[in-house]
Structures are given as C-alpha cells and as structure tokens.
C-alpha cells in the first residue's frame, strides 16, 4: 500500500467541529475562536487527535486486524505513519503514509 497522503486542517473548519460536536452558542462560541493550533497539538487534546482521525483516511485504511474501538490505540498506529507536521496558528499539514504493517504497542498498554 505504503501510500503518501496531507492533511490540511484550518482554523475555521475545525472551529465548525467545535461547534458541532460541544454543540456551542453565544459566548460559548466566542470562546473557541481564539484556539491556536500549536497550543492544541503541544497539549495532546482530545479533541484534535478526534477530528485529524476523522478528516484523514487513516482510520479506513487500516486492515481488520488493527481495527479496535480505543482511539488511543488508532492514535498510536496513525504516529507511527505521520511522515511531516507544521503546526501553524490558522492552520496544520500533516503528511503521513498508509502502510501495510505498524508496530504494535506493548500489551500490557493496549491489548
């Protein structure tokens, strides 16, 4: 397979996801325009790691044997494939490659 893939992720989109997914009104929604990416990705949220796993085809492309209902674990798989990441305030781009095989983390972690 081993295929290279971007991701382009802007501020306004995943701002639209907030909004969404935390279901955001009034000064709620004021509160999450000021998000910054680089504080977003150096503090591991949550919520970014569950919207870069949605946009991207990592998680589709992954063979049945790796598939298991803990983020985490998908999480742990898609960094082994990130080949490149610029974290800018408006905007992130993630290039990462599909592959075949992926290292499986110890067991007592995830299995």
């Not at 382009?8 to 907030?18: G, H, N, R, S």
């Not at 929604?29 to 970014?48: C, H, K, M, T």
């Not at 490149?84 to 905007?91: C, K, L, S, T």
């Not at 990462?96 to 007592?108: A, C, G, I, S, V």
Request: some cysteine; hydrophobic content about 35%; proline content about 5%.
């Amino acid at each position: 397979m081993s295929e290279e893939k971007e991701l382009v992720i802007t501020k306004d989109d995943y701002i639209e996801f907030l909004s969404v997914r935390l279901r955001l009104q009034g000064s709620c929604q004021r509160e999450i325009e000021n998000v910054s990416f680089p504080f977003l990705f150096a503090s591991g949220s949550e919520l970014l790691r569950t919207y870069i796993l949605g946009a991207s085809e990592f998680t589709s492309s992954l063979p049945d044997r790796y598939k298991l209902p803990d983020r985490g674990f998908i999480w742990y798989l898609f960094s082994q494939a990130v080949k490149e990441i610029h974290v800018m305030p408006e905007e992130m781009r993630i290039k990462y490659e599909l592959r075949e095989e992926y290292h499986k983390p110890f067991k007592q972690f995830y299995l």
